[in-house]
Structure formats: C-alpha cells, structure tokens
C-alpha cells in the first residue's frame, strides 16, 4: 500500500519516473522491515514541492556510482558521464614524464566531485592510480566533494585555478571541467528543480554561457602538462566557440558529440 499510495502521489506531482522514485524514497525510510511512515510522508511532501530526489536521498547515480550530494549542490546530470568517460579514457592513455608515477587529474567547477569519482573508479586494473586534485568557489560544493573524494585527494575552495598549488603548474595531463554555461537569459526556462534548488553560480554562465569556459580557456594553457588535455562540457550551438576559445589560447581543439549521451564536449591539447 505504501507503494501504491506513494506513486499517485508522486505521479500526480508530475513526477514521470513516480515508480523508481517511490521505491527509493521508501527505501531511504526502512529499516529493511518496517517504513517510518512520518519520515516517508514528509519526503514525499518535500519531493511535491519539487525539492530534487537526489537532494532527499543525499546521493545521486552518476557512471553506475552512488555520489554524495548535500543539498543546495549541483546535481550531476547523466549526460556529464560522457565528459568523465572520455576524460578517464585519456587518462590512461597518458605517457608519463619521468620523475611522475602517476597522473594528474585536476577537477575544476567540481560540485560533487562526481567527474573525478568516476574517473577514478573507471581505470584499468593495469593503469596507474590518478594523482586527484579538485576545486569549487562553492563552500557548500567542497563539502561534499571532500566527503566523495577522501585524502589523498585534494580538494580546495575558491575561484577557478586561485586556490590550487602553485606546484601543479604545467604538470596537470587531464584537466576537467564542467563549467556553467546556461545562459542567464534561459535560467528561468529551466526546470524548477535545478533553477531553485541548485546555486545559481553552479548553473549562470553569463549572457552566451561561456564567461566561465573564457577564463578556463585563458589560464589553462599555464597548468597543463606538454600534451596535456581540458575537457569542457557545451551545448551542440555553443561547442564552435569553444572550440575557438581554446584554439585562440594555443591548444588544439575538437567537439566530440555521443548519440548515446545527447551531449557535445571540447577536447583541448596542449601542444608537446
């Protein structure tokens, strides 16, 4: 009954996956025997007002992993799996230099830390482990990651590059970055769940979405290893400027789309 009863309620939110959110709402309120029917109801009512599921369970599936995420954090969306696949695919391709035992991977505008978790658990069982630093500007965003991204992983709050060791210039192999690139002008077309519920710095990319990915593009060149890659998330109409962004900043640059995703990402080299 519990089921049922929470599906109508759901559905008629407007909920249009009400079956699997219903039963991970329950599943967040048993004990394996018994529902905290109180605990149950005021979740259901919270998810109603529209608060986002992942919010209410405090995680989120990204790659097939269960992600921390506290709420006001940005919730990471399925189509970014594709940035983490193709970034952890580069990781592995990397020829260290030597004097390195392992890759550097840097995650900038990281909110959860989702892209570095994934890519972290994607590698081969022959590939050396990533040396993991991530960033945010969002102290709530930090948080969180820290908790997905224990030590040794670094994980540091502030703006872009500001806060990062002044020692991982020019040693970074993957860079990447899911910056902001909604336009402000189509923030109040978005969903509700992520324009009210989400900060508004993680989601706000300026008047053509692409303020963030500018300075991205501006500084990246300095961090990176000598054949080092940037990864950056856009929309099918914004990736030719992206591309033309990071070409202008001296990296080699091209848009990679996935059918299965329904997503574009920039893939910037740094020359050797």
């Known amino acids: 009954m519990d089921l049922d009863r929470t599906v109508l309620t759901l559905r008629a939110a407007g909920c249009v996956f009400a079956e699997d959110e219903a039963r991970l709402l329950i599943e967040a309120t048993s004990d394996g025997s018994t529902i905290d029917r109180d605990a149950l109801d005021a979740l259901v009512a919270r998810r109603v007002s529209g608060v986002p599921l992942e919010h209410l369970l405090g995680w989120a599936e990204f790659a097939g992993i269960r992600v921390l995420v506290d709420e006001g954090v940005f919730v990471p969306r399925r189509r970014t799996e594709f940035l983490a696949t193709r970034a952890a695919e580069l990781v592995r391709e990397t020829e260290l ?10 995650d900038l505008c990281c ?7 994934a890519m972290r658990e994607s590698r081969g069982p022959s590939a050396p482990a990533a040396e993991i630093y991530a960033a945010d500007i969002d102290p709530r965003a930090v948080a969180t990651a820290r908790c997905n991204l224990p030590h040794p992983a670094v994980v540091v709050c502030g703006d872009l590059f500001e806060p990062l060791p002044n020692g991982l210039r020019g040693h970074v192999d993957v860079l990447v970055c899911n910056t902001p690139y909604v336009p402000t ?10 324009r009210l519920f989400e900060a508004a710095l993680a989601l706000d990319g300026g008047d053509d979405g692409l303020d963030v990915q500018r300075r991205v593009a501006a500084e990246c060149r300095a961090w990176l290893a000598p054949g080092g890659h940037v990864l950056v998330e856009a929309s099918e109409q914004q990736a030719p400027r992206s591309v033309e962004l990071f070409e202008r900043a001296g990296l080699r640059s091209r848009i990679e789309y996935s059918d299965d995703y329904d997503t574009s990402i920039v893939v910037s080299t740094k020359p050797r």
């Open 97 to 106: 230099v030597p004097g390195h035992e392992h890759p550097i991977v840097l």
């Open 185 to 194: 002008d189509a923030i109040g077309s978005m969903p509700p769940e992520a």
């Open 111 to 117: 909110g959860s830390g989702a892209i570095a978790v």
